[in-house]
């Protein structure tokens, strides 16, 4: 019995792809139409500096 597509790729492990593909394209469509104002660069730079910081000087991994 063969299990695998031309391509072999297990079948299941193919339509999980196709399946994360779906989902992706269509977060990224969401995200384009999002008519609510956008962050920008070095905000969010900042931001993420910071929370690093405090993490490294608390010791927090999470």
């Excluded at 196709?18 to 469509?29: E, G, I, M």
């Excluded at 730079?45 to 608390?58: C, F, G, H, N, P």
Aim: overall charge negative.
């Amino acid at each position: 019995m063969d299990t695998s597509s031309s391509s072999g790729i297990p079948l299941d492990a193919e339509e999980h792809t196709d399946s994360y593909d779906h989902w992706f394209r269509a977060k990224v469509q969401a995200a384009l139409d999002d008519p609510s104002p956008g962050i920008p660069h070095d905000q969010v730079v900042a931001e993420m500096q910071a929370l690093i910081e405090s993490k490294r000087k608390t010791g927090d991994a999470d």
